[in-house]
């Protein structure tokens, strides 16, 4: 294009001449096509790469399952790859939107204020939507994780936000422009995503933790049953498989709510806006709330399974307190 342009330069015997007002009107207009044109290419490679991706983890999901994180790890690599080629795409794409060396002045991206104003909001909608859609797949991609009982979900949630970092890149202003702030509505979504994200995250633990919960008494009233029960070693095992649950457990809402912002825009507080600031802290001290009843109630029950201290009289101290020990325990991890 730009050895075609020059095909049209006048003489070198001639003097130099600026190019007329509709030459930059014919720049702006060409520009803001291929603006256009570069973005559509890149909305449609990256749904056809999501829905690729997604085609290919549902089939891994399906086949050996020996190593939990492969799926995930898979489903990871291919995203990332896609996005980070469909952004070198578009830039390249956009790279020769105006001739070489003959593009506005500095800090402009068009000829014409109406133009460069026209872009702004082309390139703001550019951007919410790609959010949006990435927003979107990542919540996909984070239930199709919280479902796959097979799957390592704490290497899903990692490959998640990477892949989530990789898609909303996509959406960047090319280099050429000047950086500028999101508008306000970018940060009013963001804090919309982060709070479903800690709502989902929060929901999840709960659920995991009942489960829990559920499994470890049914284990416990399995072994009491068993020949030469010991209550104490029945104690010790329902302990262990609370401890070792509910740390996971915990392991994994961190790993879920570890992305809730794109890194590098986390706002200084917990949200952007004060009013989103307010609401999340309600969630959370209703959530801190909900977990020290659900596991003082848990602690309860498990007393209520002890009998009576000092009933068998062969016990010595140690070994009727120890059960006590244990519940205690158990709920603290299930607090933390």
Known sequence: RT???????????????????????????YATAVYTR?????????????????????????GDRTDPAH??????????????????????CNTCAYPKDSGPDDKKVRFAVAASAAHTT??????AA???????????????????????????????????????AMGDSPDSEPN??????????????????????????VISSWAAIATAFADFNVCKLGVNADLAG???TRTNTMLAAHLQIASVRTECNACAYP???????????????????????????ATSTRCSAAYTAIVSTLGVPGADASKTACEIGKPYADAATAHTACIA
């Open 3 to 29: 050895e075609c342009i020059a095909m049209g330069d006048p003489p070198a015997s001639e003097a130099p001449r600026s190019p007329p007002a509709a030459y930059f009107t014919a720049s702006d207009a």
């Open 38 to 62: 570069c973005n559509i290419e890149a909305v449609a490679s990256s749904v056809a790469a999501t829905a690729q991706a997604f085609g290919e983890l549902n089939v891994c999901t399906l």
């Open 71 to 92: 799926c995930s790890a898979a489903h990871t690599a291919t995203m990332v790859a896609a996005h980070s080629r469909i952004a070198t795409i578009r830039e390249v």
């Open 122 to 127: 082309a390139s703001d909608l550019f951007i």
């Open 130 to 168: 790609t959010f949006t859609r990435c927003n979107v797949a990542a919540v996909a991609s984070s239930m199709a994780a919280a479902a796959d009982s097979y799957g390592d979900v704490i290497t899903a949630y990692s490959g998640i936000c990477k892949t989530r970092t990789a898609c909303i």
């Open 180 to 205: 500028r702030e999101p508008t306000a509505a970018y940060y009013t979504a963001s804090d919309a995503y982060a709070t479903a994200t800690y709502a989902r995250c929060n929901s999840g633990a």
């Open 234 to 236: 029945c104690s010790t």
């Open 263 to 289: 890194p590098a825009s986390k706002p200084v507080g917990a949200r952007f806006a004060v009013a989103a600031e307010a609401a999340y802290n309600v969630a959370s001290n209703a959530f801190d709330a």
